[in-house]
């Protein structure tokens, strides 16, 4: 079966210094893979999102990803944390078959120190 | 700029009602879907609508229904709460012919006591 994992549920960073958060997945083909942002009480808002060609996947707000076939990863970076980043971050791929439906992982609490 | 919009933000029930929390979504995207977020476990997809009067289940449907009588509008039913429904409540849309990724409405958070 599909599962995305977050293996860090709490990280903490300071304020100007790089982020990378990381995220597995188990699929059997190349996955829709997507990273959304919950702002403290606030909906999901997505920062980005993979479907094919260049594996370097531009965001909002100045983050980044990477997807890495070999690694099944598709970790989450940002080179210059800022406190109004503090929120709660969600990893997700797209169940097969062009369903629509996406299957999340626990998600990562980043906390900015200043 | 899709919108989701939900019916509250906050609500409070007692154990038994009947509750409804109301979803609506203004880009006319076929696809909706309801899921709970607690802590530690992420988001669950409880029911999704792929089409008007079309409904699915989804991880955790149990003690849950759904509605779907408008394309715009997507009810999640609790038909008789239970403390355990505690939680914060997501609905999302995603169009069927672009990529699906899905928008969100802000949440509402269920208590019941």
């Known amino acids: 079966a599909q599962s995305v994992t977050q293996p860090d549920i709490h990280i903490t960073v300071s304020e100007g210094a790089s982020l990378e958060l990381r995220c597995n997945y188990s699929y059997g083909a190349t996955p829709y893979l997507f990273w959304y942002v919950q702002s403290p009480g606030q909906g999901l808002q997505l920062l980005l999102k993979?479907?094919?060609?260049?594996?370097l996947v531009q965001g909002i707000k100045g983050f980044e990803a990477e997807f890495k076939r070999s690694q099944s990863s598709f970790n989450l970076r940002k080179p210059s944390v800022h406190w109004s980043d503090a929120a709660e971050y969600f990893c997700a791929v797209e169940v097969s078959g062009n369903t629509g439906k996406l299957i999340f992982g626990q998600g990562t609490t980043l906390q900015v120190k200043p | 700029d899709v919108k989701v919009t939900q019916s509250s933000r906050y609500l409070v029930k007692r154990t038994g009602e009947k509750v409804f929390l109301e979803c609506v979504q203004d880009?006319?995207?076929?696809?909706m879907f309801w899921y709970r977020q607690d802590p530690g476990l992420g988001l669950r997809l409880i029911y999704f609508?792929?089409?008007?009067?079309?409904?699915e289940k989804g991880d955790i449907p149990e003690g849950y229904s759904v509605s779907r009588e408008k394309k715009e509008r997507f009810s999640l039913i609790l038909e008789s709460a239970s403390t355990n429904q505690t939680s914060m409540y997501l609905c999302?849309?995603?169009?069927?012919?672009?990529?699906?990724?899905?928008?969100f409405g802000p949440g509402t958070r269920l208590t019941v006591l």
């Open positions: 993979y479907f094919s060609g260049d594996t």
């Open positions: 999302a849309s995603s169009s069927s012919i672009a990529v699906n990724e899905q928008f």
């Open positions: 880009m006319d995207h076929e696809n």
């Open positions: 609508s792929y089409d008007v009067k079309m409904k």
